[in-house]
């Protein structure tokens, strides 16, 4: 089983749609959790930390379910500099170090 | 500009030449990681360093060496470098478990 598994892509959105991303990670002992944004041709960036209460951030909603090893990223209005690739992204601890592990990316298309 | 800084930005290589990617960053993170990205397969972990010498393989580590210098840098050697080693490469430094990467604007490798 993949450590990260997401949703296949692409999702193709008209500006002003909801849209929601799902992610599910296989390492129970996981305590980090991120989502990322890539956009073609560049570095990953932090889009947003996932806590296990959920958090919000602006348009952007990221929620956790430990129990079912699940989380989750919805966008709101979607904007069409919303077009990217997101990532969802857990730690993996071991007596090295952490190490992030990345879920191959769901890509994500608004148009006007 | 603070941050992780990799070079080369490109780079193209015959089959069998070797080459060092140079990764340095002025965050003062213990922790710093090579990733590699390529079409389909996500970001696959090639190397980390959980602090100033040590390292430790990841998910892919054959055919690479690395080394860190110190707690600024973190170089990614390949000794005899192959076509299946193309792909965009990654460095990455780490504050801690709870934060995110900040990754540098990676270097295209080609390998011919």
């Known amino acids: 089983r993949k450590e990260v598994e997401q949703d296949p892509g692409p999702f193709n959105v008209p500006e002003g749609a909801t849209v929601a991303f799902n992610c599910t990670y296989s390492n129970s002992a996981s305590q980090s959790f991120f989502w990322y944004r890539q956009d073609c041709r560049k570095e990953p960036k932090l889009l947003m930390s996932v806590y296990s209460s959920g958090n919000e951030d602006g348009r952007f909603t990221a929620q956790l379910n430990r129990a079912s090893q699940y989380i989750s990223l919805l966008i709101r209005d979607s904007k069409l500099s919303d077009s990217a690739t997101y990532l969802c992204?857990?730690?993996?601890?071991?007596?090295?170090?952490?190490?992030?592990?990345f879920g191959k990316g769901t890509t994500l298309s608004v148009s006007s | 500009n603070a941050g992780v800084t990799q070079t080369p930005k490109f780079q193209v290589l015959k089959t069998g030449q070797s080459m060092t990617l140079q990764c340095a960053q002025d965050m003062n993170h213990n922790s710093m990681y090579w990733y590699r990205q390529d079409p389909g397969m996500g970001l696959r972990l090639i190397y980390y360093s959980a602090s100033e010498g040590t390292t430790d393989k990841g998910e892919v580590p054959n055919g690479y060496n690395v080394s860190r210098l110190n707690k600024r840098e973190f170089s990614l050697r390949l000794e005899s470098a192959a076509p299946s080693q193309t792909s965009v490469y990654f460095c990455a430094s780490l504050k801690g478990r709870d934060y995110g990467y900040t990754f540098g604007s990676g270097t295209r490798l080609t390998v011919v």
């Open positions: 992204v857990v730690n993996v601890l071991d007596q090295a170090g952490t190490a992030l592990i």
